[in-house]
């Protein structure tokens, strides 16, 4: 009888294991601010520099920049879109823009087992978020 419980005690904790990983979160993407520059010819405005590491399987949840964003791919490949465009697959080398009225639906790391990199420009106002959640 104990062999008994200990079995199901253990299939269960295996099951709940498995669970909670099938569950689990996709990795969240590294930003690293690079530089941010006010813009003296354009009152309010900056320019702001980051790169974007997405570790293998992040995604991006749906968001806006209010920002004109010029993405350059590093390393890796990522897929980008924005609500009205198409998905668009890009690898080292390659760009893609967003606008500031654009929602940006698709971001995320094209492979399960790679890492990808890639440096963002923003031209943006200054004191407003780069990256702001669409709930």
């Known amino acids: 009888m104990v062999i008994l419980k200990y079995a199901v005690f253990t299939l269960v904790m295996i099951v709940g294991v498995l669970t909670s990983v099938a569950h689990a979160a996709p990795p969240q993407a590294i930003i690293k601010q690079v ?3 006010p813009l003296d010819d354009y009152p309010d405005k900056e320019a702001l520099m980051i790169t974007v590491e997405y570790p293998p399987g992040a ?4 968001h806006r920049h209010l920002a004109h964003s010029f993405v350059y791919v590093l390393e890796g490949s990522i ?6 465009g198409q998905e668009v697959a890009l690898t080292p080398g390659q760009s ?3 606008g500031p ?24 106002d200054q004191n407003v978020p780069f990256f702001i959640p669409e709930h």
Do not use: C, W
């Not at 995604?59 to 749906?62: A, I, S």
């Open 79 to 84: 897929i980008m879109q924005v609500q009205g």
């Open 101 to 124: 009225d654009d929602l940006h639906t698709i971001g995320r790391n094209a492979s399960q087992t790679q890492p990808a990199r890639f440096l963002v420009l923003l031209l943006k």
């Open 59 to 62: 995604v991006d949840p749906v």
């Open 96 to 98: 893609f823009y967003e």
């Open 35 to 37: 530089m941010t520059k």
